[in-house]
Structures are given as structure tokens and as C-alpha cells.
């Protein structure tokens, strides 16, 4: 199988991670993505992010029964920080005979250099770097080493102005945020009272 792993905190996931997950699907003729909100981020302090149990939810109500967009909990269920290169060995494991094709914007790609065993992550998948707001393939080559750079796939796709920060704000003041993330997480995000301090 040709499977995508598209990883990131998604606090909340929005209609612009799901954008980024089918069309990724469908120009890399991938079976299926794997939608894997991080369990603890190492980049970011435990106390800012909701309890990974909340975005794992929101992440399984927005793709629904979908066959091709997947909820995945493995770095949901590992205990500690969730890095890269021991969740691709994992679902190397559960899916030996499996290429892998590592879904993430070019901010994070960016700063590949600093993950844990990147020349070992790189081995393990194919990388993919996506288009972010306000960062150019420009900015990529000159973050990104020439040993490492050869080996991430640029992937250009439209820049979809939904930000989660800006949900979360959105939540904070009160207003609106039907159809910026499914119903579905909405009703999730008032029925569970969450970013109502953000």
C-alpha cells in the first residue's frame, strides 16, 4: 500500500489540513492518509495544546467513514514526546510491504535538520513538503541542508487562509467558526467548553 501519514497537533483540525490531506492523496496516488495528531509535541510546552484525547476526537469526527482520510492514534497512545522517526518505525511494523509518504508543511520541513534522526526519517518515507502561508520554497532551501534537501518532494498547494490558532482565538471571543472545521468539531469544540480561555 501507498499510504500518506499526515502529522501535526490539530488543535483543532480544520477544512484546511483535511484540504491538504486529499489533495496529497490524490496527485501522490495514495491509498489512504493517516490523519495522526501528535500525543505530546516536543516543540511545544504540554500546559498550551488540549489533552490529546480532545484532538484525536475532533480529528475522528471530521473524517468521519471516509476510506481514504484516517484517524491514526499511535503517537496518541505512545507515552512521551511523539517524534517523527519512532512513529514511522512503528507503523513500518504494522504495515511491513507499505511505502510511506510523510505529509507536513514546509514551516515545519523547514526545520528538519533539528528532528530526532532525520537522515533516518528521510530513509524510512518519502518526505513531502507542502505550501504554508507566508513561506516560500525559497525559505526552504536556505533552512534546509543540501544533504537533506534532495530528498523532500515540494509539493505547491493552494493557501488556504484557516489557521487553528485563529479558531481557537475565534472561540475565545465568541464568534463564529461554522465552516472554517466540519459541524461535526464544532459541536465537539461547544459541547466540550474547549478554547473558551485561549
Excluded: Q
Excluded at 3 to 32: K, M, S, V
Excluded at 78 to 92: D, K
Excluded at 115 to 125: A, F, M, Q
Aim: aromatic share 6%; glycine share 8%.
Amino acid at each position: 500500500m501507498r499510504i500518506g501519514i499526515l502529522g501535526g497537533t490539530f488543535d483543532p483540525i480544520h477544512h484546511g489540513h483535511l484540504f491538504i490531506a486529499e489533495d496529497a492523496r490524490a496527485r501522490l496516488g495514495l491509498d489512504c492518509v493517516l490523519i495522526t495528531p501528535n500525543g505530546v509535541p516536543p516543540h511545544k510546552k504540554p500546559y498550551s495544546v488540549s489533552p490529546a484525547e480532545h484532538r484525536l476526537r475532533m480529528v475522528e469526527l471530521a473524517v468521519g467513514r471516509s476510506s481514504t482520510l484516517i484517524a491514526d492514534d499511535s503517537e496518541v497512545r505512545h507515552a512521551g514526546p511523539s517524534y517523527t522517526v519512532e512513529t514511522l518505525r512503528a507503523l513500518r511494523r504494522r504495515e511491513p510491504g507499505s511505502d510511506f509518504w510523510f505529509i507536513t508543511g514546509m514551516d515545519a520541513v523547514a526545520e528538519i535538520a533539528s528532528w530526532r534522526e532525520p537522515d533516518e526519517v528521510l530513509r524510512l518515507c518519502h518526505m513531502v513538503a507542502v505550501s504554508r502561508p507566508g513561506h516560500s520554497a525559497a525559505d526552504f532551501e536556505r533552512a534546509v541542508p543540501a544533504s537533506l534537501r534532495d530528498r523532500i518532494e515540494l509539493l505547491p498547494t493552494p493557501e488556504i487562509g484557516i489557521s487553528s490558532t485563529d479558531i481557537r482565538a475565534r472561540v475565545a471571543a465568541g464568534l463564529p467558526i461554522r465552516y472554517l472545521t466540519p459541524d461535526a468539531v464544532v459541536e465537539y469544540i461547544h459541547h466540550h467548553s474547549l478554547y473558551r480561555g485561549a
